[in-house]
């Protein structure tokens, strides 16, 4: 029962003092204007009772005075990108790249490492393809503006500025960058296993990664120096962002995030070193049989 919706009876010698919330009787008897000996009932009761007996149950001392201060309001935690349907399309995009691109450790700290891919992976394609169209439209100026050493670059420049190469630019991007997520979230997530730095699931090595590098993509948009910009700081907020999740130091972090780039390297040049070796054999075969002839 909410007391503060409850009269109290107040009886004195045979006299009724009439009829008080819980606030009013507490008042009362603090200040004198009621005494201990006053009789009190209320609806529910089955006899009258001396005040002093039952101030604590008719007026809890809760319920006088001022109103209790309410709780603190806690502190959102998360992606605001998760709660655009709640604060809205733009400012949840937004605030999301403000926060991881300035403040990655408060941002990837109150990250569910949980959640689903669909959220982050939809948001790195929507940052990532406006980035990217970008840095290909200022490719393509610039192109534009630089005169053509011969007529083979010439003829590449007017097909990379055509119509068709740009719209299928736009509709293949998506893709690729979804495919880019997988692919380096999966090699970043091994290479975590293998240093034994993968504290968390796969799920939260992908959000980490689609979260930097869509925020990052965004520099992008600057002319120039935008790409390598992006790059830049895309490694250093994903290994603030792998570190912080996975609870390890930034160097096993950085290890994580740099050591598929560095076996991909390594690969391609021993491919390479491969290549020119068989070349260098197959012309010394080929200088012996002529010689033979």
Avoid at 25 to 53: C, H, I, S
Avoid at 93 to 112: D, N, Y
Avoid at 261 to 284: D, E, P, Q
Wanted: glycine share 12%; aromatic share 8%.
């Amino acid at each position: 029962m909410e007391t503060i919706r409850v009269k109290i009876h107040l009886n004195r010698g045979g006299q009724s003092l009439g009829q008080f919330t819980p606030e009013e009787v507490r008042a009362g008897y603090r200040e004198g204007k009621f005494t201990g000996t006053d009789l009190a009932w209320r609806d529910g009761m089955p006899v009258w009772k001396p005040l002093a007996e039952v101030i604590d149950e008719l007026a809890p001392e809760a319920a006088s005075g001022a109103e209790a201060p309410a709780p603190p309001v806690p502190a959102v935690v998360g992606i605001p990108w998760e709660r655009r349907a709640e604060i809205g399309f733009f400012p949840g995009l937004f605030e999301t790249i403000r926060a991881v691109l300035l403040e990655p450790s408060k941002a990837f700290g109150g990250m569910p490492i949980t959640g689903g891919l669909g959220a982050p992976l939809f948001f790195f394609v929507l940052v990532g393809s406006i980035g990217g169209l970008a840095g290909f439209v200022y490719q393509a100026v610039l192109n534009s503006i630089s005169p053509a050493s011969t007529p083979q670059d010439e003829a590449m420049m007017a097909l990379l500025g055509s119509t068709a190469v740009i719209g299928g630019s736009i509709m293949i991007m998506p893709v690729i960058l979804a495919a880019v997520a997988f692919v380096t979230s999966g090699l970043i997530h091994l290479a975590l296993m293998v240093i034994g730095g993968a504290n968390r699931p796969f799920e939260a090595t992908f959000r980490v990664v689609s979260y930097s590098g869509g925020a990052t993509a965004v520099l992008q948009l600057l002319p120039v120096c935008g790409a390598f910009a992006a790059t830049i700081w895309n490694f250093i907020v994903m290994v603030i962002g792998i570190s912080t999740v996975h609870k390890i130091g930034t160097g096993r972090a950085a290890v994580a995030v740099l050591l598929p780039t560095l076996v991909c390297c390594g690969l391609i040049l021993a491919a390479v070193f491969a290549l020119v070796a068989a070349a260098g054999g197959m012309a010394v075969l080929l200088e012996q049989a002529a010689r033979q002839q």
